[in-house]
């Protein structure tokens, strides 16, 4: 099945809302590149509505009144429908993204780790798998090959063509062979190379070897961040330092229809100070996390804030 034609019977109905066209390219190769990069792609996304002030009163009198038993149920007009905290594992969990790393240890039970391209499951709490759009190892068996991404150039990976064989082949090996492993969970790293429709077809495949899905700095795909954000088989976003703040975040998933979605911030070498300023942001919103890796990129994982230290409160920010 070519990843073109993932819309076949059997994903039409389920995830008909999710097909789109629109194209965005590229990470920048350096984080100042990027971090330039990001306020043009959230724009649109950091603009939408905030929460009313708190201050303002009513201008008529409050009535209260009980309402007809099978509306009773229902939520304040005012307020988004969320999803319970407890339909999904990942919510209020700490996050240990070890990618670059070759051990990452037993794990814990009130943790979720993300491993590196090869390494196996944790074995306490959960196992996210590290996988990646492109060529990890650019071995050139998954041709044809794009040349316009600058992050793959900087990783010596192999852009792989979504319009060739070799993109289904990348994605089924690596689905096939995490499956295998015991994974429930796989990172699709790269998406901002890809059109969006790439990235839901990856998406929905993953679905059928039983694989969900952890959205990767979904504000940089700038012309369809809440598409892929909304997608049913997506359970969580890991952002990386230059790829959004805790505000355009939460009103990312606000729009995408999921408010309580689990946000893991990430960042390393001279990321430091990114993180505390981040994490100062975050703990004024539900189930956001930041880590901060002193061993190169991704090879340790340091606490900023859990998503239980977050407060959830609502406010303004201008981060």
Do not use: C
Request: no cysteine; hydrophobic share 35%; charged share 20%.
């Amino acid at each position: 099945m070519a990843p073109h034609s993932l819309d076949a019977d059997r994903f039409a109905a389920a995830f008909a809302s999710f097909r789109q066209e629109s194209v965005v390219y590229r990470r920048a190769p350096d984080q100042s590149q990027r971090q330039s990069r990001i306020g043009d792609a959230v724009s649109l996304e950091s603009s939408l509505d905030q929460p009313a002030p708190g201050n303002i009163s009513p201008a008529v009198q409050t009535v209260t009144s009980t309402p007809p038993p099978r509306l009773a149920a229902l939520p304040p007009a005012d307020k988004p429908l969320a999803e319970p905290a407890a339909a999904n594992p990942l919510a209020g969990k700490p996050l240990r993204y070890l990618i670059g790393s070759d051990s990452s240890g037993p794990g814990r039970d009130d943790e979720v780790t993300v491993v590196s391209y090869d390494s196996a499951p944790v074995k306490r709490g959960i196992s996210i798998a590290y996988g990646n759009l492109f060529d990890e190892r650019h071995t050139g068996r998954y041709g044809p090959y794009l040349h316009t991404s600058d992050t793959a150039a900087q990783y010596h990976e192999g852009q792989i063509d979504p319009r060739g064989p070799g993109w289904e082949k990348n994605l089924r090996e690596q689905f096939e062979r995490r499956r295998k492993q015991g994974f429930s969970y796989i990172e699709l790293d790269n998406p901002d190379a890809y059109s969006v429709k790439d990235v839901i077809g990856a998406i929905e495949l993953a679905a059928s070897y039983g694989l969900k899905v952890i959205a990767k700095n979904p504000l940089l795909v700038s012309d369809g961040a809440a598409t892929y954000v909304a997608h049913p088989n997506v359970y969580g976003a890991i952002v990386e330092r230059g790829a959004g703040t805790p505000v355009q975040m939460e009103a990312l998933r606000k729009k995408a229809g999921k408010p309580t979605l689990p946000v893991w911030f990430v960042s390393f070498g001279k990321g430091r100070g990114w993180a505390g300023s981040v994490a100062d942001s975050a703990r004024r919103y539900r189930s956001m996390g930041v880590t901060y890796s002193s061993a190169g990129e991704y090879g340790n994982s340091i606490d900023i804030l859990t998503p239980s230290e977050s407060t959830g409160s609502t406010g303004s920010d201008t981060l």
